[in-house]
């Protein structure tokens, strides 16, 4: 219905009016700047393409086929050094999400927790968490995990500690977990025949869990009783699970941690260059989200917690049913584009030899096979994909909780 | 200055009875250095109206938020419906589902429907089936006159009908005293009358009520006692009529002729 | 042409060499931040036979992963550090590789507490590795068809290396053998440390060029042969300005500019050399200064003697 | 004015709790009802208690009994079991003789007056953009600085420096010039034009030529790789916020438009920007940014580096003003319009000068997170104070010590963030409050 | 509703010409699939002083604001002071000079001193040094009667004070038609008074009008012409007198009814 125009022209059409006629001057406009951006665009690639041929190399994504020939201490896929260079860059991303995952986790758990002291009444504890969130906020994330680092290797015992009748170093809770300053190494499960009933238990209870939530949320809209959920939900989560565990004559064993020649073997290896960047990248990200949790809390008006107080409604309460739905809105989106950050800043992981995206294609195999623009170019992409499926979330997750308005 | 109220009111119909609902003895508070409420004495009767007055910052909010504890006092002693307001969690639990009160701003959870704004708090806090919650709420709803917009989101109603709602949702928990503060004074003309009607139908029922207020229309009309407070002081209180025309204190004709002749 | 290395060169006035950031001996920093050592005298070599200036250079400290990427990238005329030449960084990653100034091979170094003796008895151990290097790679070989279990620990620099190691983070330090004794003089109680006997590769270290400019290329190349010819002719620092004078060796009069017109063919003025031996010094005596047994990294010329003396250091003639 | 509606007897907005008077309340009441309210917080106020204990013990005496004067860190610790018996101390001595290179980098010590020179003059150009109520002639200074820290900085005749200004005030002339047709985008070519006309062809040729003739002011050269430590993080973090200003606007009016094709250009780069890494555009500009130049030219990496952090900046730069944008009511681009001001002509003269006040605290941030960034840069081999330490730890004297050098490193670092963060939550108070 | 104008005028003195200011010839527009306004047909002549009136959603703001073109119409013809509107920038910016426009909520530029306000475009787009610009701008500012705020900002005036301003500001590029948009609605009653003093001494000038308002008080002394408009037509247009006295379409009584019987 919009393209209905003034009345023909007499004069037809004049130069001018490329410029001076609204109808055409948007398209000259774009048209400049499209050809301008094409401008811009070929004079880069001409100049990389004569770069490259000076140099005689060409631009080949086959050196990804071809053997790595380095290894890859940690690795979550099987891999090694005659596996090709894309398996490698792909052992490299798993690692990647790997700290970015566990990092967003242990980032949102810290900054929950600070923020939420942060507000406490507390007066001691509101004070600790404001120098823990301004300290972490004002000092660079690099000399964070640099620190972390250092601390992991300077200060902990290293594995010739522990030998010997009387040892220097001794492990921790029970001699399950040994913490040494090539990193720590915890109990590992190993899966013996029976354990995928206790598996398979253990994700029915998790449905039963479900199942009783909705089922206890339905009797106290029908009745005004409430059970004391967690305590049930806790004795479904562990009960059926621990009895059949038991009764099955305990088929899922640990394997732990033991000293064998240089190092630890058994149990699961957390390496210190995956601690130190985890844990830095978790407090520093935790510092800001500790913010955006309180200001969304703080956001949510004095009057909302007043009126829930004057309906009679207990601060506990008050939090969850009022505050917490309406500050999640707010929270939400900063939240995520910390996460984001958080990926991002990941790739820091190089200054703590941690094997990521950057350090596999963007490192050992940028460097070994010489082939620097593919491999950047592969990166970024890469980055920019995961990058764009986290803000996409969060712009689902947007649209979704927006308040109706008039 | 706007809208008088033209409803006329029955006023043999509003019965006052002896019983105490709410007593404030010699209350003190302060805000830091800053003496906000001076020794208040006020003693309000079951099904009695009253109307507060007096210039900004006099400290009207603030002593009827001292009534359900929305503030701390820090002298004296308010008893509400027989019970002495302390730091007892249980009174002043039992004491906030007591008293119902409007904001100015309403208040409402923007986060849940009309309906599910009234039915909150009393399968939360009295326990009550939502079922049960719900038909309360549409009653209630149907008083204050649009319980055809029970699904909808506060954000989609006008202002005086966000304030009917909030009006609702109070007297959904059943509350035996109820504590207006400025109602109206967030609202376009059209919708402070219809808020007014809610108010005074409430006042016909016999619902003790506290209404910090400058309609002096409604105060009129309805109430049966006017206090006017200045600098943290009750300055004086009266009947409606007296307090128009005979006002005592200087500082109350000042007022007075401030909101009135203008 | 205008867009050559040498006409860049001389008209910025200053080299640019990548060197590595910190090897002692080899290239690293002295106490008035100037870069020192045996490789950054390549560097030099050239800048006195091209600028006539042996300081007329800037030094780019270059880790091992991005060295190359440098000088592919024009930030850097010449690399001189400690790089194994190979076929594929030779042909592959386009590279000229003009000469080795060091026969090496890798080693591991190891606590002496440890108890090890052999790098047979490493199965199991935590490696510091040098990412982006040929040691790497190597290491990665040699475990795997000796069938033995390693943990990599992925370093970005040989000073993170270092200090990795000394912590106690790995077991073992592994790079070339002349590295590892630089590292471990400089250590505070060098004795507590061994280097194991195995060598497991060859590692002939060399400076190197861009594809693409063969003028320069031979600049840099003969420089060096200049220094090692110097050295196998006894021409020295010390010498070499009475030697040019005139000489009844042929060899020495060419290669000081006496007779011939060789500098002119490399686009340079004809004291070239006679600049590099006067301000750098031969092939020994920069041996002898930086690395030698009389300084702390302590490397006997070994693979690296003249020719003549059974090593494999040899210069083609100048002729 | 409006003291005479109904409006005067309301407050409008509630304001917090205030705690009663001290007379009311004495030291026991305080403990209670701020620590000990309830068992949850008593056992809050314990735990933090032992924490803080955690902290303080090992950290006390270690900061407190540190040495300051050795050679190295051996005589360090020979000092410290003389003095204390153990080793638990730090080893200050390490700033004693670094201090300088980490602040300098590698500057000419003799030239350290050039640097600070800079700095002061630094503070006097920022103030008066952080702090409207100074008079605004103190901005011609803020626009003659970047010259004359360049200058400053980096030495050599002024006239280099002063050329490249000359050729901003010559595009500016002839965007003044050009006014009279109307029309933006001639006026921006002319200026454009005329600024490239004269730093390419007719600027060099006079620079040399007064630099022989006059050298006036020629200060010693410093290259840019001997600069570094806390004054690269300076140059790079202010280079990139000053110059991804500009850019930033103009990425955030291509976002805003409804030009189908500017905006998808504008999206494309702001969202690619936001999305990889800093440290991956370092790395390009280390590694690639010489295969996207003509064959031949190489400059230096500090400006590179400059160029990626202004890239990279002005995507999120462009984010804040973008949401300074769409705080402005619409009303304010209509007036405009129907007093008859064209698009460039409205941003400049209403839009822009409110949409860049709002988003001022955003800036801030934006620059607070930049130039934590620029510790990035030590992963290409520019030494920062980060890499300084790294160097520092190469040298046999130092090998080893981490704290004494990361705590002075963090320290400068978080007095500056905090100082910023204070003045953006400052300032975002008064604009919330200036009657506007 | 509110203030009615006091002032008495001399509408003889309010003379109208012959020449046309503004032509509306079958003007349509929509928004989506949304018809807003439907045929249009309006023939202002210079000095002439018209007052637009209709239910809100009706399409009245619409209308003006196609008159200078911040909305584009999409069928028929609109022809300003002899030029028609069509897509062509300069006559856009040509009819933008010459038509003034206040909106209701001001839309002073609030970074600007209220004298700035009024010689920005004056300097801008006529191109006028700035000390006659500023002459004329304290001519116009004297005129609203408020040349001793020019050194405020808009923020530290009032309402009333902020739309003379407005009028002022509108004024000083000496345009020959104004366009108003309900230009009191935002206003206390007090100011409102102030505004519409300005704008009757404004008619009184002789300056061509359109106006839409609701205060009948003023299109009844100033108006020689009311249009009423439904939606998006123009449904009745006549004499002041015989507009309010004798409604022709039912739609405007209704809408009498309602804005007067209030
Ligand atoms: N949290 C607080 N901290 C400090 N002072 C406060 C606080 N709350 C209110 N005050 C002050 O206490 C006084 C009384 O406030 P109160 O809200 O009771 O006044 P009011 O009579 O309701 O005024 P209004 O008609 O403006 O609502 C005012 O001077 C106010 O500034
Ligand atoms: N940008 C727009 N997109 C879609 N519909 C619009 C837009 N602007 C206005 N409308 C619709 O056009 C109709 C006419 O709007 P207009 O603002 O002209 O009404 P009005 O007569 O001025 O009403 P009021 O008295 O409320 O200002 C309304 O129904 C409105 O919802
Ligand atoms: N350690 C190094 O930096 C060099 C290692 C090895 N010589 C290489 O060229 O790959
Ligand atoms: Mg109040
Ligand atoms: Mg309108």
């Not at chain 3, 050399?273 to 302590?298: C, D, R």
């Not at chain 4, 204390?84 to 700033?95: E, K, P, R």
Request: charged share 15%; proline share 5%; with cysteine.
């Amino acid at each position: 219905m919009t393209t209905m125009t003034d009345p023909p022209n007499d004069q037809g059409f004049r130069l001018s009016q490329l410029i001076y006629d609204t109808r055409y001057r948007s398209a000259t406009i774009q048209v400049i700047a499209l050809i301008a951006f094409m401008v811009i665009a070929a004079f880069l690639v001409r100049n990389t393409i004569t770069n490259l041929s000076a140099l005689g190399k060409d631009i080949d994504f086959g050196f990804l086929f071809s053997r790595a020939a380095y290894d890859i201490n940690q690795k979550l896929i099987p891999y090694s050094s005659n596996d090709p260079h894309w398996r490698a860059a792909l052992v490299g991303l798993l690692n990647t999400l790997l700290v970015a995952i566990l990092g967003c986790i242990l980032a949102t758990v810290i900054g929950v927790v600070a923020g939420v002291l942060r507000l406490s009444n507390n007066w001691l504890t509101a004070r600790i968490m404001t120098v823990y969130v301004e300290s972490f906020r004002n000092i660079p994330v690099l000399l964070w995990i640099l620190a972390f680092m250092a601390v992991l290797s300077e200060s902990l015992p290293s594995p010739r500690a522990f030998r010997g009748e009387e040892a220097e170093a001794s492990m921790w809770l029970w001699n399950t977990i040994a913490v040494t300053n090539r990193g720590t190494y915890i109990p590992a499960p190993v899966w013996g025949p029976g354990s995928a009933i206790v598996v398979v238990i253990f994700l029915l209870s998790l449905l039963a869990i479900w199942a009783f939530g909705k089922w206890s949320q339905r009797r106290f809209e029908a009745t005004g009783h409430l059970l004391p959920n967690f305590w049930i939900k806790l004795a479904i989560l562990v009960g059926p699970t621990l009895l059949v565990y038991l009764l099955l004559g305990r088929p899922v064993a640990f394997s732990l941690p033991e000293l064998a020649g240089f190092n630890f073997s058994g149990g699961i290896h957390l390496r210190n260059s995956m601690l130190a960047l985890w844990l830095a990248l978790s407090f520093y990200t935790g510092a800001f989200i500790a913010e955006i949790v309180r200001s969304g809390i703080l956001a949510i008006s004095k009057g909302q917690t007043e009126a829930a107080y004057a309906l009679g409604l207990r601060p506990s309460r008050t939090m969850n049913l009022v505050i917490l739905p309406q500050a999640l809105r707010v929270i939400i989106p900063p939240l995520i584009s910390q996460y984001l950050n958080l990926t991002k800043n990941s790739s820091l992981a190089l200054a703590v030899g941690y094997m990521d995206l950057r350090s596999t294609l963007g490192g050992t195999t940028l460097n070994t096979t010489g082939r620097e623009l593919e491999s950047m170019l592969l990166m970024m992409l890469i980055y920019l994909v995961v990058s764009l499926v986290i803000s996409s979330g969060m712009n689902f997750y947007n649209k979704t909780v927006r308040l109706k308005e008039r | 200055m706007s809208q008088a109220v033209e409803r006329t009111v029955d006023r043999a119909k509003l019965a006052v009875s002896d019983e105490i609902a709410v007593q404030i003895i010699n209350m003190n508070k302060w805000y830091g250095e800053f003496h906000v409420l001076r020794d208040i004495n006020l003693t309000v009767n079951r099904g009695e109206r009253i109307v507060i007055a007096g210039p900004s910052g006099s400290g009207k909010s603030t002593m009827i938020r001292c009534i359900n504890r929305l503030e701390e006092h820090q002298k004296g002693k308010i008893i509400v419906d027989g019970i002495e307001l302390t730091s007892d969690l249980k009174n002043i639990d039992k004491i906030r589902s007591e008293v119902g009160m409007c904001f100015q701003h309403f208040n409402l959870f923007p986060h849940l429907t009309i309906l599910e704004n009234c039915t909150l708090a009393p399968m939360w806090v009295r326990k009550i089936p939502k079922r049960e919650a719900e038909e309360t709420a549409m009653h209630f709803l149907r008083k204050v006159k649009i319980p055809e917009q029970a699904d909808k989101y506060p954000g989609q109603l006008s202002g005086g009908q966000q304030q009917r709602v909030a009006i609702a949702r109070s007297l959904c928990m059943r509350p035996r005293i109820m504590l207006f503060d400025e109602p109206t004074s967030a609202l376009d003309p059209e919708m402070i009358k219809e808020v007014l009607d809610t108010m005074i139908e409430l006042a016909e029922e016999g619902m003790t009520m506290l209404c910090v207020t400058h309609e002096m229309g409604f105060a009129r009309q309805v109430a049966n006692r006017v206090i006017f407070m200045d600098q943290g002081q009750i300055v004086e209180q009266n009947e409606p009529e007296e307090f128009f025309n005979n006002p005592k204190s200087e500082r109350t004709k000042l007022f007075l002729s401030q909101i009135l002749g203008h | 042409q205008d867009s050559s290395t040498l006409a860049a060169v001389k008209d910025r006035g200053t080299l640019r060499c990548g060197v590595n950031p910190g090897t002692p001996g080899f290239a690293a920093p002295d106490a008035s931040g100037e870069f020192v050592g045996f490789d950054v005298d390549v560097c030099r070599a050239v800048a006195a036979a091209v600028l006539g200036d042996s300081e007329a250079v800037e030094y780019t400290p270059l880790t091992s992963a991005v060295r190359f990427t440098a000088l592919a990238s024009g930030e850097v005329d010449l690399l001189a550090r400690n790089t194994t030449w190979t076929f594929t960084r030779d042909v592959d990653l386009k590279n000229t590789f003009v000469g080795v100034n060091y026969y090496d091979g890798q080693g591991f170094m190891v606590p002496k507490d440890l108890g090890v003796s052999s790098a047979r008895e490493l199965s199991g151990a935590t490696v510091c590795i040098e990412t982006g290097t040929t040691t790497e790679l190597n290491l990665a070989d040699y475990f795997r068809v000796n069938n033995m279990e390693y943990e990599p620990v992925p370093v970005e620099s040989f000073t993170e290396a270092q200090t990795q190691f000394l912590a106690g983070a790995c077991d073992v330090y592994t790079t070339d053998a002349s590295a590892l004794a630089a590292s471990r003089a400089s250590f505070e109680n060098p004795e507590g440390y061994v280097v194991l006997p195995e060598i497991i590769s060859k590692e002939p270290l060399g400076p190197l060029v861009r594809h693409g400019d063969d003028n320069w290329g031979d600049i840099v190349r003969w420089s060096l042969n200049a220094m090692i010819a110097a050295e196998e002719y006894g021409v020295t620092s010390a010498n070499a300005a009475e030697l040019a004078n005139g000489t009844d060796n042929p060899e020495i009069n060419r290669l000081l500019g006496v007779e011939g017109e060789l500098g002119a063919m490399l686009g340079l003025e004809n004291d070239w050399a006679l600049n590099i031996i006067t301000q750098v010094g031969n092939y020994g005596e920069s041996f002898e200064k930086n690395i030698g047994e009389n300084t702390p990294v302590g490397l006997a010329r070994g693979l690296n003697a003249q020719w003549t003396e059974g090593g494999l250091i040899y210069s083609p003639p100048f002729r | 004015m409006q003291e005479h509606t109904s409006a005067a007897f309301v407050r409008k907005q509630m304001l917090d709790q205030q705690p009663p008077p001290r007379m009311q309340v004495g030291a026991a009441r305080w403990v209670r009802e701020n620590l000990f309210s309830s068992w949850f917080n008593g056992i809050l106020t314990l735990v933090s208690i032992y924490v803080i204990f955690l902290v303080l013990r090992p950290a006390l005496p270690w900061l407190l009994g540190g040495v300051w004067n050795a050679g190295s860190l051996v005589e360090c610790r020979q000092i410290l079991t003389e003095r204390f018996g153990n080793t638990h101390h730090a080893c200050w001595a390490v700033l004693t003789e670094r201090w300088n290179q980490l602040i300098y980098g590698f500057y000419p010590s003799s030239q350290y007056w050039r640097a600070n020179l800079a700095f002061v003059l630094m503070l006097f150009a920022i103030a008066p953009v952080l702090f409207d109520r100074l008079p605004r002639r103190m901005l011609w200074f803020t626009v003659a600085f970047p010259f004359l820290m360049v200058w400053l900085v980096w030495g050599g005749p002024i006239w280099g420096p002063l050329s490249v200004a000359v050729g901003f005030a010559l595009g500016g002339l002839a965007f003044k010039l050009a006014d009279r047709f109307n029309s933006m985008a001639i006026s921006a070519i002319a200026a454009v034009v005329v600024a490239l006309a004269w730093w390419l062809f007719a600027g060099p040729p006079v620079v040399t030529d007064l630099s022989r003739i006059a050298p006036l002011g020629a200060l010693p050269r410093v290259d840019s790789r001997e600069l570094g430590g806390f004054m690269i993080c300076l140059i790079i973090g202010i280079s990139g916020i000053a110059l991804s200003l500009p850019i930033g606007i103009i990425l955030a009016l291509g976002r805003q438009s409804d030009l189908f094709i500017v905006k998808t250009i504008c999206v494309g780069f702001i969202e690619f920007i936001r999305g990889v890494p800093l440290i991956t555009l370092l790395f390009t500009a280390s590694l690639l940014l010489n295969y996207f130049l003509p064959p031949g030219t190489t400059f230096d990496l500090t400006l590179r580096v400059i160029i990626m952090v202004t890239l990279f900046a002005s995507a999120y730069m462009a984010e804040v003003i973008r949401g300074g944008l769409a705080a402005l009511p619409k009303g304010q681009y209509e007036a405009a319009d129907a007093l008859g001001l064209d698009y460039w002509k409205a941003q400049r003269l209403i839009i822009m000068p409110q949409a860049l006040k709002i988003s001022i605290p955003g800036i801030v941030n934006t620059f607070i997170g930049l130039f934590k960034d620029t510790t990035l840069v030590m992963f290409i081999g520019i030494y920062d104070m980060l890499g300084l330490s790294n160097a520092i730890r190469a040298n046999a004297a130092w090998n080893g010590i981490y704290w004494e050098l990361f705590i002075f490193i963090g320290l400068v670092f978080w007095i500056c963030c905090f100082a910023m963060s204070r003045y953006s939550q400052w300032l975002e108070r008064r604009l919330r409050t200036d009657h506007r």
